[in-house]
Nanobody, 121 residues
Framework: QVQLVESGGGLVQAGGSLRLSCAASGSIFSIKAMDWYRQAPGNQRELVAHITGSAATNYADAVKGRFTISRDNAKNTVYLQMNSLRPEDTAVYYC???????????????WGQGTQVTVSS
């Protein structure tokens, strides 16, 4: 089993910044992709940012130029630096990591518990 612990959410004024963290632990051989999703009330969960094992990244159009995803492989942790926050960024943010637990194992996705980000106008 793999556990993910998220931190860093909170309340911030528009234009402010937050940094989210998601640390993975447990039965980990390697971590492939690491993603951040968000879900606002009444909306579907959407992909915000993606980072591969080789640190290639891509972003949703709504956050390009404002958010930066990064990873620390030594700590099995993924980060999301969020700058120039807007009220429409308000949502619960979830990390998702693709993990193999053995050298020949198939990758499996795991979700974090979610962290609330609220941006006031």
């Amino acid at each position: 089993q793999v556990q993910l612990v998220e931190s860093g959410g909170g309340l911030v004024q528009a234009g402010g910044s937050l940094r989210l963290s998601c640390a993975a632990s447990g039965s980990i051989f390697s971590i492939k992709a690491m993603d951040w999703y968000r879900q606002a009330p009444g909306n579907q969960r959407e992909l915000v940012a993606h980072i591969t094992g080789s640190a290639a990244t891509n972003y949703a159009d709504a956050v390009k130029g404002r958010f930066t995803i990064s990873r620390d492989n030594a700590k099995n942790t993924v980060y999301l630096q969020m700058n120039s926050l807007r009220p429409e960024d308000t949502a619960v943010y979830y990390c998702n990591v693709l993990v193999t637990s053995t050298p020949m194992g198939l990758p499996r996705g795991y979700w974090g518990q979610g962290t609330q980000v609220t941006v006031s106008s």
